[in-house]
């Protein structure tokens, strides 16, 4: 079958793995002049990094098949990672259920009544026992107002947003704890986290190299404007109004679904209206080159209201700095809508904005430590997760035959994440394997 893939981000490239190997003919369409899409990286001082902080998990089991595949799986390298919590003022650690009983903050009845909150949604089989509720109401009812207000409330907080936060349904929440406490080895061990040597790039451009291997043609810097249909059959894809229509037995599009809607014009409209059911947040990324480090931490979720950013990852804590000439590398970052005045701000004047409060974190920090600063502003890089979003996900398969949808908003009720592109990349491939045979 000729296949057209539109997007080479991990779901795009991994897609075009599977099928190919299925020696299907297989094209990938990517606007941008790089691979990788929300996980791609730029270089600081010649040296590869992720636009937006990324990590895998121990139990991001497709992924890691995946780069046993490819030849990748003695590349990655697994690191012990610190998080905490900025709470009035002071750094407290979350690394273990030890550190609950350890938060001050709380008092000792709070701090049992966070650690029971956690053990119970642990004990809940299934997110779909949660899936009506929204993780403000469960979390407040089952942990109490203060540990929510101290802890909950920040991570929420922390992903989706002032917006967004109070609406976010409380299978999230469980599919977050429930993938993370499987990640590690037991409850009491110390989380590790998986990065490929050489960067996410060094993942993707074996992805790559091995499509290319398989006969996939890649075209980059080609942004896709129409999906053509016929009696609402997929007919093929034009790159622009007056090119020539590049004709297709199947189309897979990875592009975020306000994006899709717009080149898909043959859509109906009960399959708009899901697309357009699901709000996404944007990401900015403040990310400073320093001198010296901020903290000990590769991961501080802020509960300071005032502090206008919402996470502090300091990546050189969990890769060595010796990989960056010795330098510090520190994301400071948000989740907002466009609408949002730090949305709306140029660089520099986001960076003004965020350098007084660096000093919350590090009372010794100075300016004058930044030796550069980088900045990136990822759109639909989170869809919102509301209570019984499973009724609203669009399906793969969309109202045109042999048209088929592939993002983030599909990942449930996982958090998206570059294994579940991958599981995803595997689902659909199974489907148009299908469909083909049948
Ligand atoms: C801030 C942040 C932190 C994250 N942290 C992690 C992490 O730690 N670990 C992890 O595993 N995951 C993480 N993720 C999630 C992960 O990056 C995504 O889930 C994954 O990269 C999504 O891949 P995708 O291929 O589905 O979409 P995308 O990466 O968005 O790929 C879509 C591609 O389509 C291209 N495109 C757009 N329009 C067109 C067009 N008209 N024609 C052709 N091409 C087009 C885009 O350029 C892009 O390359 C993070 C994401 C963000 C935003």
Same mark, same amino acid.
């Given at each position: 079958?000729?296949?057209?893939?539109?997007?080479?981000?991990?779901?795009?490239?991994?897609?075009?793995?599977?099928?190919?190997?299925?020696?299907?003919?297989? #094209?990938?369409?990517?606007?941008?002049?790089?691979?990788?899409?929300?996980?791609?990286?730029?270089?600081?001082?010649?040296?590869?990094?992720?636009?937006?902080?990324?990590?895998?998990?121990?139990? /991001?089991?497709?992924?890691?098949?995946?780069?046993?595949?490819?030849?990748?799986?003695?590349?990655?390298?697994?690191?012990?990672?610190?998080?905490?919590?900025?709470? %009035?003022?002071?750094?407290?650690?979350?690394?273990?259920?030890?550190?609950?009983? @350890?938060?001050?903050?709380? =008092?000792?009845?709070?701090?049992?009544?966070?650690?029971?909150?956690?053990?119970?949604?642990?004990?809940?089989?299934?997110?779909?026992?949660?899936?009506?509720?929204?993780?403000?109401?469960?979390?407040?009812?089952?942990?109490?107002?203060?540990?929510?207000?101290?802890?909950?409330?920040?991570?929420?907080?922390?992903?989706?947003?002032?917006?967004? *936060?109070?609406?976010?349904?409380?299978?999230?929440?469980?599919?977050?704890?429930?993938?993370?406490?499987? !990640?590690?080895?037991?409850?009491?061990?110390?989380?590790?986290?998986? *990065?490929?040597?050489? !960067?996410?790039?060094?993942?993707?451009?074996?992805?790559?190299?091995?499509?290319?291997?398989?006969?996939?043609?890649?075209?980059?810097?080609?942004?896709? #404007?129409?999906?053509?249909?016929?009696?609402?059959?997929? @007919?093929?894809?034009?790159?622009?109004?007056?090119?020539?229509?590049?004709?297709?037995?199947?189309?897979?599009?990875?592009?975020? !679904?306000?994006?899709?809607?717009?080149?898909?014009?043959?859509?109906?409209?009960?399959?708009?209206?899901?697309?357009?059911?699901?709000?996404?947040?944007?990401?900015?990324?403040?990310?400073?080159?320093?001198? %010296?480090?901020? !903290?000990?931490?590769?991961?501080?979720?802020?509960?300071?209201?005032?502090?206008?950013?919402?996470?502090?990852?300091?990546? #050189?804590?969990?890769?060595?700095? =010796?990989?960056? =000439?010795?330098?510090?590398?520190?994301?400071?970052?948000?989740?907002?809508?466009?609408?949002?005045? &730090?949305? @709306?701000?140029? /660089?520099?004047?986001?960076?003004?904005?965020?350098?007084?409060?660096?000093?919350?974190?590090?009372?010794?920090?100075?300016?004058?430590?930044?030796?550069? *600063?980088?900045?990136?502003?990822?759109?639909?890089?989170?869809?919102?997760?509301?209570?019984?979003? =499973?009724?609203?996900?669009?399906? *793969?398969?969309?109202?045109?035959?042999?048209?088929? &949808?592939?993002?983030?908003?599909?990942?449930?009720?996982?958090?998206?994440?570059?294994?579940?592109?991958?599981?995803?990349?595997?689902?659909?491939?199974?489907?148009?394997?299908?469909?083909?045979?049948?």
């Amino acid at each position: 079958m000729k296949i057209a893939i539109i997007g080479a981000g991990a779901t795009g490239l991994a897609t075009a793995y599977y099928l190919s190997k299925k020696e299907h003919k297989v #094209t990938i369409y990517e606007s941008s002049n790089y691979i990788g899409g929300h996980a791609s990286t730029f270089e600081i001082n010649g040296t590869p990094i992720e636009r937006a902080y990324h990590h895998w998990f121990r139990n /991001d089991y497709e992924i890691l098949q995946l780069c046993e595949e490819i030849g990748l799986s003695d590349q990655i390298g697994w690191h012990n990672s610190k998080v905490g919590t900025l709470f %009035q003022g002071k750094i407290y650690n979350f690394n273990s259920p030890i550190d609950i009983l @350890k938060y001050t903050p709380l =008092s000792i009845i709070d701090r049992f009544k966070l650690g029971l909150s956690t053990l119970k949604i642990q004990r809940i089989k299934s997110w779909k026992y949660v899936e009506n509720v929204t993780a403000v109401e469960w979390l407040k009812k089952n942990a109490g107002v203060h540990a929510y207000k101290a802890f909950w409330e920040p991570m929420l907080r922390g992903k989706f947003g002032e917006e967004y *936060y109070k609406e976010i349904g409380m299978s999230w929440v469980w599919g977050k704890i429930h993938t993370r406490l499987a !990640s590690r080895k037991g409850i009491m061990s110390k989380e590790k986290l998986g *990065y490929p040597v050489g !960067s996410f790039k060094f993942f993707f451009e074996k992805l790559y190299e091995k499509n290319i291997a398989q006969g996939v043609n890649v075209h980059l810097s080609t942004p896709i #404007t129409e999906i053509i249909s016929q009696d609402n059959k997929v @007919k093929g894809l034009r790159i622009n109004k007056s090119s020539n229509l590049e004709k297709f037995d199947r189309i897979i599009c990875t592009l975020p !679904s306000d994006i899709f809607q717009k080149i898909a014009p043959g859509l109906n409209n009960t399959y708009i209206s899901k697309l357009t059911s699901v709000d996404y947040m944007s990401a900015i990324l403040a990310i400073i080159v320093t001198n %010296q480090p901020i !903290s000990d931490k590769y991961w501080i979720n802020i509960a300071d209201r005032e502090i206008p950013f919402l996470g502090v990852i300091e990546h #050189t804590n969990l890769i060595s700095s =010796s990989n960056y =000439s010795n330098k510090n590398i520190t994301y400071l970052t948000n989740y907002t809508t466009k609408s949002d005045p &730090l949305y @709306k701000m140029s /660089d520099q004047e986001l960076l003004n904005e965020y350098i007084p409060h660096i000093k919350k974190i590090n009372p010794n920090f100075n300016q004058s430590w930044i030796e550069e *600063y980088h900045y990136h502003k990822i759109d639909n890089a989170q869809p919102v997760i509301r209570p019984n979003y =499973s009724k609203i996900i669009p399906s *793969y398969e969309t109202s045109i035959e042999n048209l088929y &949808l592939a993002n983030t908003t599909q990942i449930y009720p996982e958090d998206r994440g570059t294994n579940y592109s991958i599981r995803m990349a595997m689902d659909i491939a199974k489907i148009i394997e299908k469909s083909y045979n049948f």
